[in-house]
């Protein structure tokens, strides 16, 4: 089946909804089924993941994807819709449909695009301490450190301010020993020793 392209800097890009059709009617997927499920949400961050069921129940592909509240454009409004969107055309994707070009859906693209730009187009605001705070890519606003992620150690895939709330002995053992490998966690990093500084702590030296 020949699927709509749409070209973007000069490579052409399958569209979520022509992945969609192609699943919905062609033979080979007729016994199959899409499922979505929210696998973490916060105020302003939603992450999901899209699978794709036989009639046996048994997942034949699965796609992720993130999205962040921006104050304009469709996720100002439709966030979440939107990142199960992305998560679809991924799962799909990775289910073979329309990947002579890219797993990546045109929309996937653009999106991508568009937060680069914005985020290039702003100018990065100053933290309280005089260093440069984290800007989102999406929104061009500033982060709030709490909302960050914590990519590694016991606490994985939770947001810095629970850790904060709930274990800051860890989170002070963090700050002191491991060394951020990107901006937003040494940003997250450097807000909390603050925080944690401000709440009795013993101040120390900026990690990484």
């Known amino acids: 089946m020949e699927l709509k392209t749409t070209k973007i800097k000069g490579k052409e890009y399958v569209q979520v909804n022509e992945r969609v059709r192609a699943f919905r009617s062609h033979p080979d997927f007729a016994n199959m089924s899409i499922e979505t499920s929210i696998v973490d949400i916060s105020e302003n961050r939603v992450v999901m993941v899209a699978k794709v069921l036989d009639s046996d129940g048994i997942v034949r592909s699965t796609g992720h994807a993130e999205e962040i509240l921006s104050s304009h ?8 819709e939107n990142c199960e969107t992305s998560a679809v055309g991924r799962c799909l994707g990775f289910l073979g449909i329309g990947v002579d070009s890219s797993i990546a859906t045109s929309e996937e693209v653009e999106q991508a695009i568009h937060r680069q ?8 605001p100053k933290g309280d301490g005089g260093s440069k705070a984290s800007v989102d890519k999406a929104s061009g606003q500033v982060k709030d450190w709490k909302e960050v992620v914590c990519p ?4 994985k895939g939770k ?7 709930n274990d800051p002995d860890y989170l002070d053992w963090m700050a002191k020993n ?15 020793a603050k925080a944690l500084n401000g709440n009795g702590k013993q101040s120390f030296k900026r990690a990484g």
Request: without cysteine; negative net charge; proline residues 0%.
């Open 178 to 192: 491991m060394e951020a490998k990107t901006a937003d966690f040494k940003m997250a990093l450097d807000e909390a």
């Open 152 to 155: 590694v150690g016991k606490h």
């Open 73 to 80: 454009g469709v996720n100002s409004t439709s966030f979440i």
């Open 159 to 165: 947001l810095m301010g629970e850790i904060f709330k």
């Open 117 to 124: 730009e914005a985020n290039e187009r702003e100018e990065v």
